[in-house]
C-alpha cells in the first residue's frame, strides 16, 4: 500500500511539469459542448462509461478499475470482464470515474492542470467537507436551524460537485474530439486570391 501511494505522489509531481493545456478549461466547457454538457450533467455515469471507453481506444483488454489510480486498482477482477466493473465503477465511485478518465488524459497528453481549474476543483471539494462538517455538528448539537444551514449547504455543495463533474467530462470529450480529428471549431475560410485572366 505505502508503495502505491508512494507512485501515486510522484505521478502527480510529474503531471505538474506537463506543458500542454486542456482544448478547453472547466469555465468554458458549457460553451464548447452545450448539448454534451447538459447529457453529462443528467445522465454522469452513462456518460462517463462512454469517455471511460473512448480514452482506451474502445479496447476493454486495456482496462482497469480507476484506470490504476486508486489501491483496489487490478484487483477487481477486471480481465474476465471488463464491462461490468467500468459500469460498477462508473456507478458507484462515479467521482474516482472521472477523476480517473481525467488522469489518463492528462498522461497520455501531457496535459496540466491550470490554476482557474485547480481552484474549481478546490472549491468544489472545499463545500463537500463544509458540508459534512455543518452536517455533523447540528447532528450532535440537535439543532433544527443548525439543520437547516447543512441541509442548504449540502444542497449547494451537490450542485457544484454535478456542474463540475460534467464540465469535466465536456472538457475530456473536447479533448478526445481534437485528439481523433472529429473537433469542429468555427473559423474563417481561408483567403483566397483572385484569377486574372
Known amino acids: ?24 478549461d472547466l469555465t468554458n466547457a458549457v460553451a464548447a459542448d452545450l448539448p454534451w454538457c447538459c447529457l453529462s450533467l443528467w445522465c454522469g455515469p452513462c456518460v462517463s462509461y462512454m469517455l471511460r471507453r473512448r ?30 466493473c467500468l459500469a460498477t465503477e462508473v456507478f458507484c465511485c462515479f467521482g474516482n470515474s472521472v477523476a480517473s478518465t481525467r488522469f489518463l488524459l492528462q498522461d497520455e497528453f501531457n496535459i496540466q492542470t491550470t490554476q482557474c481549474d485547480n481552484c474549481i476543483i478546490a472549491f468544489m471539494f472545499f463545500l463537500q467537507q463544509l458540508a459534512c ?20 449547504i449540502s444542497c449547494m455543495s451537490n450542485l457544484v460537485y454535478w456542474t463540475v463533474c460534467s464540465c469535466m467530462q465536456t472538457q475530456h470529450k473536447v479533448e478526445m474530439d481534437k485528439r481523433d480529428g472529429t473537433f469542429n471549431t468555427m473559423s474563417a475560410p481561408p483567403m ?3 484569377s486574372r485572366w
Open 192 to 194: 483566397q486570391e483572385m
Open 55 to 84: 480514452a482506451l481506444y474502445n479496447d476493454m483488454s486495456r482496462y482497469v478499475c480507476c484506470a490504476g489510480y486508486m489501491p483496489c486498482s487490478g484487483k477487481c477482477g477486471e480481465s474476465q470482464c471488463p464491462e461490468v
Open 133 to 152: 462538517i455543518c452536517s455533523l455538528v447540528a447532528c450532535i448539537v440537535g439543532n433544527s436551524e443548525l439543520s437547516d444551514v447543512a441541509h442548504v
Open 1 to 24: 500500500m505505502a508503495g502505491h501511494s508512494q507512485a501515486m505522489v510522484e505521478k502527480m509531481q510529474l503531471r505538474q511539469g506537463y506543458r500542454n493545456v486542456w482544448h478547453t
